[in-house]
């Protein structure tokens, strides 16, 4: 989910924006809510991790991220590019800005891959730097994206399959 989430964001921006986070123009409810959602994650992580309700928090995370992901499903920017591409930059806008919330809530469980979004998303500083501090419009308009890979690679079956062998033996 949080992959995929990833993935389509960052290269929609990239295809559609060339990589550069666009102006959250015409902003309505279903956005406000979005944010205001991330807020209440980053909150609610913190007060689970802090208290070491570690499967809490990361649960709490992966629901920001499927909800993004229904927003997306909604919203349909690829849609939307032809006939309103401020639409489909406000929509990127304010998905940006939650996977970049996302990075810091679940550094704690994907340090490396968060630490590889944090560069894609063009952030100079490391997410340790940065902290605990998110702001629903810490990505602003403007601000280029780095350079875009894929943040985890699929393995094939083969793989889990001799890592089992290996374990059972």
């Known amino acids: 989910t949080f992959g995929n989430l990833v993935h389509r964001v960052l290269s929609m921006t990239e295809r559609y924006f060339d990589g550069v986070i666009p102006s ?3 902003t309505d409810s279903t956005d406000e809510e979005l944010m205001v959602h991330a807020e209440e994650t ?7 991790l802090s208290v070491c309700h570690f499967r809490k928090a990361l649960d709490i995370s992966m629901t920001l991220a499927q909800e993004t992901n229904k927003y997306i499903d909604v919203k349909a920017p690829w849609k939307e590019y032809k006939n309103n591409p401020e639409n489909t ?6 998905c940006l800005n939650v996977v ?3 990075k810091i809530s679940l550094h704690p469980y994907l340090p490396f891959s968060t630490e590889k979004l944090n560069e894609m998303l063009g952030v100079n500083e490391t997410i340790s730097e940065g902290g ?3 702001s ?4 602003g308009p403007g601000h280029k994206l780095g350079a875009i890979e894929p943040l985890f690679k699929k393995l094939d079956d ?6 089992i062998n290996r374990l059972e033996s």
Not at 89 to 94: A, D, E, I, M, Q
Not at 136 to 139: A, E, H, K, S, V
Not at 158 to 163: D, Q
């Open 136 to 139: 629903p419009d810490q990505l």
């Open 89 to 94: 930059g406000n929509t990127l806008y304010h």
């Open 42 to 48: 980053m909150t609610k992580v913190a007060t689970e």
């Open 132 to 134: 605990w501090n998110w």
């Open 100 to 102: 970049n919330a996302l």
């Open 158 to 163: 083969t793989v889990a399959e001799t890592e």
């Open 24 to 26: 959250p123009t015409g």
